[in-house]
């Protein structure tokens, strides 16, 4: 099979969630264990991080992937789902896969992977495991793909686990409370590991600290440890500048407002891995301010240094177009603010959603002063674009409906004048439609 034929029969040959929503979800690690045996356990051979919760783990993910890649490792990053291509989710020191390791990998497996009728997810986590074995890295950023305790990615044992944060996302898979969701995505601390958690809601925060009493897991809390001081947006240079306790002054590449609970998750995972050598000259209060200028190197160039996109990325100038990938409750209570306090003379706004997310939750959140695109992702999870449209009338806002992302931001263009804004979003399906698409 040529890369193009591999990536169709992986996407649409397989079960894959991304594209069947609950119907292509295993909730059973025993294909991956058989995977994992047949693959004679490829990740026993590199050291791990593990990156859970609901938002912000792939921003997390990258950050961390980046910094201990300018510290010398040679560092594998596991992430989901891709934007562009396939390709994107499994790199190595910002490298994607190589499309030959792809096609010879799957073609191998490919009687396997039927005999055990093993999910896209799956095989594309024992890819990953395979080819950070086959290629000796140091170590790798394994970001969880859904949940955490069934997840795929589950099966290994870290160095150190860490949960960005949770809210309510895959209620129907995960559980319709925080508590249950909690307890799912609490599924990743191990026996004896060290677990970061970025951010806790008196419904979560019991949860996490009876998981990991249960595992005499340590347990540290990114909000307790205040190494984030001041966090200053610079929407002029776009990103935002930081000041710490221990880790000097920077400016941050990522530049939106969820980045500031990210920086302080960073922070404290950087503080732990610091402690297990795993940045030999960080080991104590004194000789911490020797990595500052690592930090300061990932946290200003991490898309550059990881291929990271999507996250409040600004992609073009006059009009100003803007695209972001958050896509539930939780992503939108960031992103509603970040929309409000934009200074232009009109938002012009393209914007999709999945059928299975709080869509009530999420329009509620969204600026009633915008111009509106309603349109749809090339998923069949997409929810038609005339009823997003629907949806949206009843939360007062106004536009059109274009039956495809191109045509949508096409229409945007058009009415948007040099000193206007687009904002491109709502799901990671349009965001991913998007940068296909766009001139």
Same mark, same amino acid.
């Given at each position: 099979m040529t890369y193009e034929e591999t990536c169709e029969w992986l996407f649409h040959q397989t079960a894959n969630y991304e594209s069947q929503g609950q119907g292509g979800y295993k909730a059973s690690l025993d294909n991956m264990h058989k995977l994992d045996e047949y693959y004679k356990h490829p990740h026993n051979s590199f050291k791990s991080i593990h990156v859970g919760g609901t938002n912000?783990?792939?921003?997390?993910?990258?950050?961390?992937?980046?910094?201990?890649?300018?510290?010398?490792?040679?560092?594998?990053?596991?992430?989901?789902?891709?934007?562009a291509d396939f390709s994107e989710r499994i790199r190595i020191n910002g490298q994607p896969i190589s499309e030959d390791y792809v096609v010879s990998f799957t073609d191998e497996g490919k009687p396997f992977f039927e005999k055990v009728g093993a999910t896209f997810f799956e095989i594309a986590t024992a890819m990953?495991?395979?080819?950070?074995?086959?290629?000796?890295?140091?170590?790798a950023v394994v970001e969880v793909g859904l949940g955490g305790r069934l997840d795929s990615?589950?099966?290994?044992t870290p160095v150190l686990s860490v949960i960005t944060n949770i809210s309510l996302d895959h209620t129907q898979i995960l559980g319709s409370s925080l508590e249950q969701i909690a307890m799912e995505k609490g599924g990743i601390i191990k026996d004896a590991i060290p677990v970061v958690i970025g951010e806790t809601t008196p419904e979560t925060r019991p949860i996490f600290d009876a998981l990991a009493q249960q595992c005499d897991a340590p347990i540290i809390y990114a909000e307790e440890m205040n190494e984030i001081e001041e966090a200053e947006f610079l929407p002029e240079e776009s990103g935002i500048y930081y000041k710490t306790k221990h880790l000097g002054s920077f400016k941050g590449q990522l530049?939106?407002?969820?980045?500031?609970?990210?920086?302080k998750t960073i922070a404290a995972s950087l503080d732990v891995l610091s402690k297990l050598g795993f940045l030999s000259t960080v080991t104590s209060e004194a000789t911490r301010i020797s990595i500052?200028?690592?930090?300061?190197?990932?946290?200003?160039?991490?898309?550059?240094?990881?291929? @990271? *996109?999507?996250?409040?990325?600004?992609?073009?100038a006059n009009p100003t177009v803007i695209t972001d990938i958050g896509h539930n409750v939780g992503a939108w209570q960031y992103l509603?603010?970040? @929309? *409000?306090?934009?200074?232009?003379?009109q938002l012009h706004i393209v914007f999709g959603i999945v059928g299975d997310k709080d869509i009530y939750g999420v329009m509620s959140m969204l600026p009633k002063d915008a111009i509106y695109y309603f349109?749809?992702?090339?998923?069949?999870?997409a929810l038609p674009e005339q009823s997003v449209l629907v949806f949206g009338q009843q939360f007062g806002l106004n536009g059109e409906c274009y039956p495809t992302v191109a045509e949508a931001y096409s229409a945007a263009m058009r009415a948007a004048e040099n000193n206007d804004i687009i904002f491109v979003g709502g799901s990671n399906y349009v965001v991913?439609?998007?940068?296909?698409t766009r001139d």
């Open positions: 912000g783990k792939g921003s997390v993910s990258h950050t961390i992937a980046a910094l201990l890649q300018v510290c010398g490792y040679k560092v594998g990053l596991y992430t989901s789902p891709h934007l990953a495991f395979k080819y950070f074995s086959d290629n000796n890295i140091d170590i990615t589950n099966i290994i530049c939106g407002q969820c980045q500031v609970a990210n920086a500052q200028k690592e930090v300061s190197m990932a946290f200003l160039n991490v898309c550059d240094i990881t291929g @990271l *996109k999507g996250r409040w990325q600004v992609v073009r509603s603010e970040q @929309l *409000k306090a934009l200074k232009c003379r349109t749809k992702a090339y998923t069949p999870r991913a439609d998007f940068l296909n």
